[in-house]
């Protein structure tokens, strides 16, 4: 396949459904109770939601949304802390976009910016030394967000300050790494996952290895998938294979973009800039053992955190938000009891509205609404 319209043949998802529909059948742990799979990514999330796979899907089978949405697992204290910089005369805030709308406990970033705070979006933490470049009588910080995939070029542009010498640069770092990530869900008591999509683009970085603990101590089939709607069917197809044959394996579906030992030149900027945090707090999953990075002593001089008094609060969600129990599939985005009222993407309420891959904003944005629990 060469174009993208293949990855979105009809005739074609039709041969892969009616084989997920027969193969289901012959599934035994199917047969007394849905079968959970979880994709583990936003990107995959968003692309059943707009192109309608659940609905093609058997009952048998319930897709569980995972965490893979750097944006949507953000805490609230965390945007009270980026608040707090930008509030800052001195400071240019630079962040992706669709950081700009996660309510923080009192604002979010788009409403410090309308009461005058200087925060830019950036399509890239380049774009923000740029900035620290033009202005070398402001401090300009950018918000460091994402997991694997986009640790490697915020690495690369601290290495790019220290070249350079630029020394009004910051980074307020808030990456995150799926592997514990994927390891609390197993652990988690409320959850049994038979199986998993794995990452893409986090795997196109990290590779296959670091998955294979997931089939030795956990016996769950993960599959590296792509994003098109042939890639998810064919994924879920495969770990479908491995729980009839009764195996469970790592196998990579994406392998026109995901080398299976990873990039090893993005991996050695990685480690050579950040370094594991002791734990790590995540929205509605709570604190994670080594689920996120800060920066090495040797790029102190560059870390907003140290630069910068912080709040560093741990601020609850309101009581009516559900988020965490979305993220970790207990219930439904539409079971929320805001769904769609208190909480749209015009006003959202909790994260998972706000980022395009989070779930919620999903099923609204592609009709998914039950209107007897909007009504
Ligand atoms: S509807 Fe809003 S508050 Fe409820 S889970 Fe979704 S994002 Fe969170």
Redesign the pocket.
């Known amino acids: 396949m060469k174009f993208v319209d293949e990855f979105r043949d009809p005739d074609m998802a039709k041969v892969i459904l009616e084989r997920i529909h027969t193969l289901v059948d012959e599934i035994p742990q199917a047969q007394d109770r849905p079968l959970q799979i979880m994709e583990v990514c936003g990107g995959h999330t968003h692309s059943i939601f707009r192109y309608g796979l659940e609905e093609l899907l058997p009952d048998k089978i319930e897709l569980v949304h995972g965490p893979g949405c750097p944006v949507c697992v953000l805490p609230m204290g965390r945007v009270d802390d980026c608040v707090a910089i930008a509030e800052h005369p001195d400071v240019i805030f630079t962040t992706f976009g669709d950081a700009m709308r996660v309510p923080g406990s009192k604002k979010s970033l788009q409403q410090a910016k309308a009461e005058g705070c200087d925060i830019r979006m950036v399509y890239s933490p380049m774009d923000a030394l740029l900035l620290a470049r033009k202005h070398p009588d402001k401090k300009v910080v950018f918000f460091g967000l994402g997991f694997e995939t986009t640790m490697p070029s915020t690495a690369l542009t601290l290495k790019q300050a220290e070249k350079e010498g630029i020394n009004n640069f910051y980074l307020f770092c808030n990456h995150i790494t799926i592997i514990p990530t994927i390891k609390a869900i197993l652990d988690s008591p409320d959850m049994y996952i038979d199986g998993f999509l794995g990452p893409g683009h986090v795997s196109m970085v990290i590779g296959q290895a670091p998955y294979e603990f997931i089939s030795a101590q956990y016996q769950r089939p993960l599959i590296i998938s792509g994003f098109e709607p042939l890639d998810v069917l064919q994924s879920l197809l495969m770990v479908l294979e491995q729980l009839k044959a009764g195996e469970a394996r790592i196998e990579n579906q994406y392998k026109r973009i995901v080398p299976d030992g990873g990039n090893m030149q993005a991996l050695k900027a990685v480690s050579d800039v950040f370094e594991l945090r002791e734990f790590f707090e995540w929205r509605g999953l709570g604190s994670i053992d080594h689920s996120g990075v800060r920066i090495r002593d040797a790029y102190a001089q560059y870390d907003a955190e140290r630069a910068f008094a912080l709040p560093n609060l741990k601020i609850a969600?309101?009581k009516?938000?559900?988020?965490g129990?979305?993220l970790k599939g207990v219930?439904k985005?539409w079971q929320?009891?805001?769904?769609?009222k208190?909480?749209t993407p015009e006003t959202?309420?909790?994260?998972?509205?706000?980022s395009t891959e989070?779930?919620?904003?999903a099923y609204y944005s592609y009709g998914k609404i039950d209107a007897r629990n909007i009504a």
């Open positions: 969600d309101p009516s938000c559900q988020c129990e979305v219930i985005p929320c009891k805001v769904f769609g208190q909480c959202p309420m909790g994260a998972l509205m706000v989070g779930a919620c904003s």
